[in-house]
């Protein structure tokens, strides 16, 4: 990798770090108290604990606004198309890790019930400077700290990942979506376990 671009993904890497850090801070997580309602019922619901799943509130829209300039948040790639308004707002904030631990973008989630029409999950990855969804299973880093090199499970979303991984003690990733495509990122990742598992959706897309 050129030097120039290397600089760029750490600058990457570290303001989506310095994100993480700021909601997290803020308590816009299960652990806080700045958390919605609805937010909670998807979390709850999912069996997800972590302490970096945030709600994007109008609370949280002003801290990160406060703390982040316009090119930096497009950078991020979490701006709409005319760099007004942030994408990520009234939706769950999910980090994704690489294998080191690196947040090298994020996805975001609608609540249930709300804005129809619209997809269920965004992928906000900057990939002019550093990985795309198809290089990179979400989960990686925590399926590794597990230790074990028997099995690995490819999920589709997130949730069902850090479900089976924290609470059944199960390494899993997820392929972020229906797309199966293995890239030699990828296929490397997958080499050190015996046994790869599907377990797709059930519905029309995941079979």
């Given amino acids: 990798m050129q030097t120039h671009q290397r600089r760029a993904q750490d600058i990457l890497y570290e303001n989506n770090q310095k ?11 299960l652990q806080g108290g700045n958390m919605s309602s609805p937010a909670k019922e998807v979390l709850v619901k ?9 709600d994007i509130t109008p609370e949280a829209i002003a801290l990160i606004k406060k703390n982040f300039q316009t090119q930096e948040l497009d950078f991020m790639k979490l701006l709409t198309a005319d760099r007004k308004y942030l994408i990520i707002a009234k939706r769950l904030l999910i980090p994704l890790r690489n294998k ?7 996805s975001s989630r609608i609540h249930d ?8 999950y965004l992928h906000h990855i900057n990939t002019s400077v550093c990985y795309d969804k198809f290089n990179e299973y979400f989960n990686s880093d925590a399926a590794v700290k597990l230790g074990s090199t028997e099995n690995i499970c490819i999920v589709e979303g997130p949730f069902d990942a850090i479900y089976m991984t924290d609470v059944c ?9 229906k797309a199966l495509r293995v890239s030699p990122e990828r296929l490397r990742f997958l080499a050190r376990y015996n046994k790869v598992i599907l377990f797709m959706d059930g519905d029309n897309a995941g079979k």
């Fill in 19 to 29: 994100l993480v850090t700021l909601l997290v801070n803020g308590g816009f997580n």
């Fill in 169 to 177: 003690g199960i390494p899993a990733v997820a392929s972020m979506g």
């Fill in 113 to 120: 019930g709300g804005y129809q029409g619209l997809p269920k």
């Fill in 46 to 54: 999912k069996h997800v604990t972590r302490e970096d799943i945030f």
């Fill in 100 to 106: 080191n631990g690196d947040v090298y973008g994020f």
